[in-house]
């Protein structure tokens, strides 16, 4: 298993950018999918984005896509979310998430492990 630490979350402005890290202990970190979920006051965790263990293969949510991108560094394990043209509607906590078997999923209970989350607001 891996442990997941989120960082880089912060208040800006409308149209601002923000690069989340997320940084995972342990060595199979390498072998795993990686998500980025995001979740609002009183809203479900919702998808965001997802990279496949080689970085290969991502997938995006509608209302990202454009704006985010989702990379990895296998030798530094950690993955990121590139935020461009930061919304109001984008203020959430954001978690990542590691999938075990790298099947690229985007339904949160696909993936095993989670991280305690890092705030990001974007003011008007």
């Known amino acids: 298993q891996v442990q997941l630490v989120e960082s880089g979350g912060g208040l800006v402005q409308a149209g601002d950018s923000l690069r989340l890290s997320c940084a995972a202990s342990g060595r199979a970190f390498s072998y795993y999918a990686m998500g980025w979920f995001r979740q609002a006051p009183g809203k479900e965790r919702e998808f965001v984005a997802v990279?496949?263990?080689?970085?290969?293969?991502?997938r995006y949510v509608d209302s990202v896509k454009g704006r985010f991108t989702i990379s990895r560094d296998n030798a530094r394990n950690t993955v990121f979310l590139q935020m461009n043209s930061l919304k109001p509607e984008d203020t959430a906590v954001y978690y990542c998430?590691?999938?075990?078997?790298?099947?690229?999923?985007?339904?949160?209970?696909?993936?095993?492990?989670w991280g305690q989350g890092t705030q990001v607001t974007v003011s008007s």
């Open positions: 990279i496949s263990a080689s970085g290969a293969i991502t």
């Open positions: 998430a590691a999938d075990q078997q790298d099947q690229v999923p985007t339904f949160r209970w696909d993936f095993e492990m």
